[in-house]
């Protein structure tokens, strides 16, 4: 613990806003991971079986069927059994509606971790430069004093404390950025297929009534 403490103290100023982009970061992590487990459903299978019951004119089993579920698939599904009455250009417009409302609850806070990724190593890469130069005010003063260089090694080592706290956030948050980005990439997808299927099949079983 306290050579945690140590290397934050040794890192300068610039470690209290790199403090509070990692706890941020965490914050937004975890919250991320509730909203994709609460909001990011594909609801896997239910497509097959909300196509059967279609097929075999039972849209409203259909329908109770895709309200049972969670999640931006389960609900496009709902949204085109719900409005199947409708011409086929409003349906989709309704379905596009429903998907962007999942789609911006689980967009959130992803920028911020990709501005982290970007601007915790620019904090870090100052806060050295900082302590480099702090460091050769000691080199003059210690030259005109005709000191030893240990001290100023050690001051070398401090400056750098700051650097590989800031990348260390980096890689964190670029890491988890790119993972919730693929999840959600991945999710939308899986949603427009599904919707795109759906569609298909009212259609056609439309075009086949007399």
Sequence with gaps: MENLIEFYKGGGLVMHPLLIMLLSAIYFIFDRFKTFGSEGATSPGML???VDLVKKGREGDALRKAEEGSGP??????TILRNRNMPFEDIEREVEVIGEEYFIKLERFL???????????????????LGMV???QKFQAASKAGAGGGELLAGVGEALYATAFGIGIAITCFFFYNYFAARQRGISIATQQAATKLLAVMHEMQMRRP
Excluded: K, N, R
């Design 48 to 50: 097959e079986e909300v």
């Design 73 to 78: 698939v389960a609900a496009s599904l709902a």
């Design 111 to 129: 920028p911020w971790l990709d501005t982290f990724t970007t601007l915790s190593p620019l904090l870090g890469l100052l806060g050295t430069i």
């Design 134 to 136: 702090g460091v050769f």
